[in-house]
Each structure stands twice: as structure tokens, then as C-alpha cells.
């Protein structure tokens, strides 16, 4: 059992930037992989940004140079730094962990925390 909670999350204005924290627990010691979705209303949710156990990184085309993922083994924790940001990137964002890469980005067996807003006004 992997438990994921995520903080972070609020209202800011375009251009602003906000840092959303994921603290994962439990049987950590099998997750290789952790990242973001988002979800906006209307729309489908998207993968976001990924990071694995050894660091590697990927990031969806709409975030590239704009967010920043970062992990503290540690903690136990997992970033995302965001910056610029637009009104389009108002939605609920959920940390999301797996065994392994592929199966974070397929969606297979993930653990999921339960979501923080973010609202980007114009």
C-alpha cells in the first residue's frame, strides 16, 4: 500500500508560480517512478511530468521549459515547480506513483493521491 498526498496547490495569477509537493508513504520501496496529471473541466487528463528512481525526466510539450519536476529520496517526496503560468494551466493536479515508468505514463496499477487545485486568473 502507497499512500500519496499532495499540498501545494492555490490561486495565483498568470505569469505567478507555485510549488506542488507529493509526500508518498507506505510500501514506498517498490515505486520506481512517480509524476503529475492534471485534469481541467472539459477536458481530458493529461500527463504532465514524470521522474523516475534513477532521476530521468520527461515533461508534456505544454510545460517544457515552464515546470520543473524534482524528487527528494529522503523525504520521500516529489516536486513540481511551476512557473509562467497561464490560465490554461488552471486544474486539479494529482501526484501519481507506479513500479515503473511505463506503467506511470499507461496508467497501469498507479497510486493516486487525492488532488490539489490550481487556478491561474487572468
Known amino acids: 500500500q502507497v499512500h500519496l498526498v499532495e499540498s501545494g496547490g492555490g490561486l495565483v495569477q498568470a505569469g505567478g508560480s507555485l510549488r506542488l509537493s507529493c509526500a508518498a508513504s507506505?510500501?514506498?520501496?517498490?515505486?520506481?517512478?512517480m509524476g503529475w496529471y492534471r485534469q481541467a473541466p472539459g477536458k481530458q487528463r493529461e500527463l504532465v511530468a514524470t521522474i523516475t528512481k534513477g532521476g530521468s525526466t520527461n515533461y508534456a510539450d505544454s510545460v517544457k521549459g515552464r515546470f520543473t519536476i524534482s524528487r527528494d529520496n529522503a523525504k520521500n517526496t516529489v516536486y513540481l515547480q511551476m512557473n509562467s503560468l497561464k490560465p490554461e494551466d488552471t486544474a486539479v493536479y494529482y501526484c501519481?506513483?507506479?513500479?515503473?515508468?511505463?506503467?506511470?505514463?499507461?496508467?497501469?496499477?498507479?497510486?493516486w493521491g487525492q488532488g490539489t487545485q490550481v487556478t491561474v486568473s487572468s
Open positions: 501519481a506513483a507506479a513500479t515503473y515508468y511505463p506503467d506511470l505514463v499507461a496508467d497501469r496499477g498507479n497510486y
Open positions: 507506505g510500501s514506498i520501496f517498490s515505486i520506481n517512478a
